[in-house]
């Protein structure tokens, strides 16, 4: 064949454009052709195509005679001849070409020109991937947590506390001491009462922070009791009046009472005052973290 011949065609797609070149070389494989893509289309919303690109479509003088009438010299074609000629092989992004499959010989799937050295990628899928190392199973990490003693736990907690008083800029002391396996800390002074919180928030965070210290140190830590400005103290006080109060409404009233959600060690609190009064009992009910106390009044036969 002598001269190269050309096609410049509009198409939604390089796919779709290879097809129409194809269809009008009378060429049943696109090994011989090569795309440029002179223009992107341009797509829309949910990625539809809103304007055509456009492709150059280039034959190979190498390449094998078409079946067809063949034209004088180069051979263009006009945008719109171009659309036409893709509507007639179908006009669809994905559409098959002759031969089958929608792939053509310089483009990839994406409709944009392979890197020179394509055949390479076909090579090397042919390719038997190399065989994985066969997987060491790692292993098991050793608990290196030490026994401490109480003594030592108390030490450790005292230190900390005592560090936390100085990072608030607080004045106050860190009493510790141990009674029956229970390691008792307590914090005193004016100005520790910030570590309170609401509703002794703060202090049970410090509480869990002092846990998990232990914890990661020991295998088996002991029980840690906390008290910070005397909170729990004026917080058992303040609940027993509560609980008296609550009685007397449900024995001039009757029926039940239930009271906010609280930890074990308040809800005892309540138990017991309610239990040494008389014509009322209390239950708890609810899971926890949300457990609450309900005061009703004894039933009578």
């Given at each position: 064949?002598?001269?190269?011949?050309?096609?410049?065609?509009?198409?939604?797609?390089?796919?779709?454009?290879?097809?129409?070149?194809?269809?009008?070389?009378?060429?049943?494989?696109?090994?011989?052709?090569?795309?440029?893509?002179?223009?992107?289309?341009v797509r829309?919303?949910?990625?539809?195509?809103?304007?055509?690109?456009?492709?150059?479509?280039?034959?190979?003088?190498?390449?094998?005679?078409?079946?067809?009438?063949?034209?004088?010299?180069?051979?263009?074609?006009?945008?719109?001849?171009?659309?036409?000629?893709?509507?007639?092989?179908?006009?669809?992004?994905?559409?098959?070409?002759?031969?089958?499959?929608?792939?053509?010989?310089?483009?990839?799937?994406?409709?944009?020109?392979k890197q020179?050295?394509?055949?390479?990628?076909?090579?090397?899928?042919?390719?038997?991937?190399?065989?994985?190392?066969?997987?060491?199973?790692?292993?098991?990490?050793?608990?290196?947590?030490?026994?401490?003693?109480?003594?030592?736990?108390?030490?450790?907690?005292?230190?900390?506390?005592?560090?936390?008083?100085?990072?608030?800029?607080?004045?106050?002391?860190?009493?510790?001491?141990?009674?029956?396996?229970?390691?008792?800390?307590?914090?005193?002074?004016?100005?520790?009462?910030?570590?309170?919180?609401?509703?002794?928030?703060?202090?049970?965070?410090?509480l869990e922070?002092?846990?998990?210290?232990?914890?990661?140190?020991?295998?088996?830590?002991?029980?840690?009791?906390?008290?910070?400005?005397?909170?729990?103290?004026?917080?058992?006080?303040?609940?027993?009046?509560?609980?008296?109060?609550?009685?007397?409404?449900?024995?001039?009233?009757?029926?039940?009472?239930?009271?906010?959600?609280?930890?074990?060690?308040?809800?005892?609190?309540?138990?017991?005052?309610?239990?040494?009064?008389?014509?009322?009992?209390?239950?708890?009910?609810?899971?926890?973290?949300?457990?609450?106390?309900?005061?009703?009044?004894?039933?009578?036969?």
């Amino acid at each position: 064949m002598s001269g190269t011949e050309w096609l410049e065609l509009e198409a939604p797609s390089a796919e779709t454009a290879m097809a129409a070149a194809m269809e009008h070389l009378g060429l049943d494989s696109s090994e011989n052709l090569d795309i440029e893509v002179m223009k992107e289309p341009v797509r829309g919303f949910l990625g539809r195509v809103s304007e055509k690109g456009l492709y150059r479509v280039t034959q190979r003088t190498d390449g094998p005679r078409r079946r067809g009438k063949r034209g004088n010299g180069s051979v263009g074609r006009s945008a719109a001849e171009g659309a036409a000629a893709g509507q007639k092989t179908g006009g669809t992004e994905g559409s098959q070409r002759p031969g089958g499959g929608t792939g053509a010989g310089n483009f990839g799937g994406d409709g944009r020109p392979k890197q020179s050295g394509g055949g390479r990628g076909r090579e090397q899928r042919g390719q038997k991937r190399p065989e994985r190392p066969p997987r060491q199973d790692r292993p098991k990490e050793e608990d290196d947590r030490s026994d401490m003693t109480i003594e030592d736990q108390a030490k450790e907690i005292g230190r900390f506390l005592e560090g936390l008083l100085a990072a608030f800029g607080l004045d106050g002391e860190v009493e510790m001491r141990i009674d029956d396996g229970v390691i008792y800390a307590d914090v005193v002074g004016e100005q520790t009462e910030a570590l309170v919180g609401t509703k002794g928030a703060t202090m049970q965070a410090t509480l869990e922070l002092c846990r998990t210290i232990i914890q990661r140190r020991v295998q088996a830590g002991a029980k840690i009791r906390l008290d910070i400005a005397g909170y729990n103290e004026r917080r058992r006080e303040a609940l027993r009046i509560y609980a008296g109060r609550l009685a007397s409404k449900v024995l001039e009233d009757g029926g039940e009472v239930m009271l906010e959600p609280m930890n074990s060690a308040e809800r005892k609190v309540v138990h017991d005052a309610i239990g040494e009064i008389e014509g009322v009992r209390s239950y708890s009910e609810g899971e926890e973290p949300r457990r609450s106390v309900v005061v009703a009044k004894e039933e009578t036969e």
